[in-house]
């Protein structure tokens, strides 16, 4: 039901940084949760991080804790994920998505279309 925009991909040298936005068509009692995801090719989906639209609390995958911070702004009904030190490992596709439940449930229903992140070596 509800409406995800992801932008802000690009392509950076290892090292750098990027900024992405989850543009949704607005937070409703049906969201309590936005996740990040992420598919590089030939590989499976694997979940980055999930963040609560309730407190803002954001839990992160091993491979980007202390890299990537997620941030919700309740009023744009928007999430962002700053991405910093990438490498070139973190090449993907990155989606966003939304669940009517908590993070730790993962009922995650509505999806966006993705945004290319690809970083350089």
């Known amino acids: 039901e509800v409406q995800l925009v992801e932008s802000g991909g690009g392509l950076v040298q290892a090292g750098g940084s990027l900024r992405l936005s989850c543009a949704a068509s607005?937070?409703?009692?049906?969201?309590?949760?936005i996740g990040w995801f992420r598919q590089a090719p030939g590989k499976e989906r694997e979940g980055v991080s999930c963040?609560?639209?309730?407190?803002?609390?954001?839990i992160y995958a091993d491979s980007v804790k202390g890299r990537f911070t997620s941030s919700i702004d309740n009023a744009k009904s928007t999430v962002y994920l700053q991405m910093n030190s990438l490498k070139p490992e973190d090449t993907a596709i990155y989606y966003c998505?939304?669940?009517?439940?908590?993070?730790?449930?993962?009922?995650?229903?509505?999806w966006g279309q993705g945004t290319q992140v690809t970083v350089s070596s």
């Open positions: 998505a939304a669940a009517p439940s908590d993070c730790v449930a993962g009922d995650f229903g509505s």
């Open positions: 607005g937070f409703t009692p049906d969201v309590n949760g």
């Open positions: 963040t609560s639209t309730s407190d803002g609390s954001t």
